[in-house]
């Protein structure tokens, strides 16, 4: 058993040494907060502050993003931010999640979760995991944006408002699964 386990051990450091020294699960979770932000954008960093509180407070030694969203403060104000959204992303004059303001927004959101999951500490892998989280936001955005516009061309309103109660459920079901368990 000793050497299955130091088999996969060596196994993620090669695959760490093949994308350029970054963990690959880090890279996956990253990704995954970012697709979380493309559907509600305040639901992934909410999520990670609260995980990140949960853990150890502000004492995390990772980077300041993880530092500040680790913070229980921050971490409410985030979390009743991501309740406001949902309420909120059914209105009618709410603006398109791919206008430029909304769609930078969420961008800016995954990276933000990204980086704070990450606790990456060398400016390459800060860089690395918030472009992935900032560009999974934008494909999350597009892709819900896409069901969502096609919903409500076939049935209306209701069908509108019904894939955006199916996508609050994706998003807190994918939000949960994100990290899985959090090293201490």
């Not at 350029?20 to 699960?25: A, I, S, V």
């Not at 406001?84 to 603006?95: G, N």
């Amino acid at each position: 058993m000793g050497r299955v386990k130091l088999k996969l051990v060596q196994g993620s450091k090669d695959a760490a040494r093949k994308l350029g020294g970054h963990d690959p699960r880090r890279l996956l979770e990253a990704t995954a907060f970012g697709a979380v932000a493309g559907l509600r954008s305040m639901t992934a960093p909410a999520q990670v502050a609260r995980r990140l509180s949960a853990i150890n407070g502000n004492k995390d030694r990772g980077n300041v993003v993880s530092r500040a969203l680790a913070n229980p403060t921050i971490a409410r104000g985030l979390g009743l931010g991501a309740l406001l959204e949902l309420a909120a992303d059914k209105m009618p004059f709410m603006p398109a999640r791919v206008s430029a303001l909304p769609l930078g927004g969420r961008a800016l959101m995954g990276a933000v979760a990204a980086v704070a999951w990450s606790r990456a500490r060398r400016p390459a892998e800060i860089a690395t995991v918030a472009i992935l989280g900032g560009a999974a936001a934008v494909g999350a955005s597009y892709l819900a944006y896409q069901l969502r516009m096609r919903s409500s061309a076939q049935r209306g309103r209701l069908g509108k408002t019904l894939v955006g109660l199916a996508e609050d459920a994706l998003t807190l079901g994918l939000a949960q699964l994100c990290g899985g368990a959090r090293r201490r």
